[in-house]
């Protein structure tokens, strides 16, 4: 299963207080991405939000690793998660043209 999990700031007036687990969130994500956990981390500039894509067995090893974060832990960032779908047109589209679907919409 993979799931969009988007955090945002507890108090947006202090997001340089996430400079001091910069080193320790960075460390967690690579050990996320090194088990095959981590598909994407990326940071919302205009938004000031941390996105990321997971795969996990199901929703309950998704929240524990999101709860492992250094952020999550400290309650620097507050995290949302939401189960990720193919969108169903998108695949009726590449039936239509009798495409072969990509790797990501099998």
Known sequence: ?????IGNFSDISQPNEFQKLH????????????????????????????????ECVNQNEA???IKSLPSAKSGSI?????????FPALTEQFRRHHSKLPFWMD
Do not use: D, T
């Open 1 to 5: 299963m993979k799931f969009l999990v």
């Open 23 to 54: 080193e320790a969130e960075a460390k967690a994500l690579w050990e996320l991405y090194g088990a095959g956990v981590l598909q994407e981390a990326l940071f919302g500039k205009e938004f000031g939000c941390l996105s990321f894509v997971i």
């Open 63 to 65: 929240e524990y690793f």
């Open 78 to 86: 507050r995290y949302q998660m939401s189960e990720l779908f193919v």
